[in-house]
């Protein structure tokens, strides 16, 4: 305990004073030490913040951030989990759409208040997507497969994956990557390790997200993702 508690001034220390010498990159990697050793949501909720203003972000990555803040615990605002939800629709995820609406209900975040009509309203549509997808379903399936490349395959999978039936996804993805002509294989690396972490398979999303370049975000995300991971 006393240790633990060593360990823990420590880095609030070495935070501290990279905050105070104004050094973006010292003080994301004291917040990467103490999320690895002491994940407590307020320091996930600072790490991914200042990710997200890293110059070179990119925009696309914003719903894979959502997902690790969801992941964490250390999302708890309605205006994230209505924008979560709706780009995961926008990018095709309708099951994980309904997730985040569903704990959002679950936990009182969404359906109280002023805004309670717009949160139903979403609910709603989440539910005609899904119905709408499930028709498509087999005829999208057929195209991915007889794609030249691999980006239907992996988009369609990782979909599959999110929505709950973890082993089909991540043959899809899988089968994918391995098709090639991906538009950004980084991305399908990443989006290959979110779905391990979220089946269970710790050790092997920690060995794709290694994999995982990138100076427009990716490989921060994935760094993030690993250690995540590796905490359990």
Known sequence: ADRGRIGRVFHNLLL???SQLKDPGATVFALERLVTYYPKKE???DLLSRMQRKPGFSDRLVLDTYRLSLA???MSAASDFMEMSQLALQAGHELEA????DKGFATGVLGTGAE???HKRLRDLVMKRIDEAKAARAAAESEANAAKDGNALVS???STALGGDSAK???MMQQGIAKGGLKRPEDAKLHLGIAQVLAGDRAKAQST???VQGADGTADLARLWSLYARRG
């Open 16 to 18: 501290n004073a990279a």
């Open 156 to 158: 369609l999978g990782f």
């Open 209 to 211: 997200l290694r994999t």
């Open 169 to 171: 996804g991540l043959q």
């Open 72 to 74: 964490t615990g250390s």
């Open 43 to 45: 320091y996930w909720v």
């Open 116 to 118: 309670a009509d717009r």
């Open 98 to 101: 309904k997730q985040v609406v």
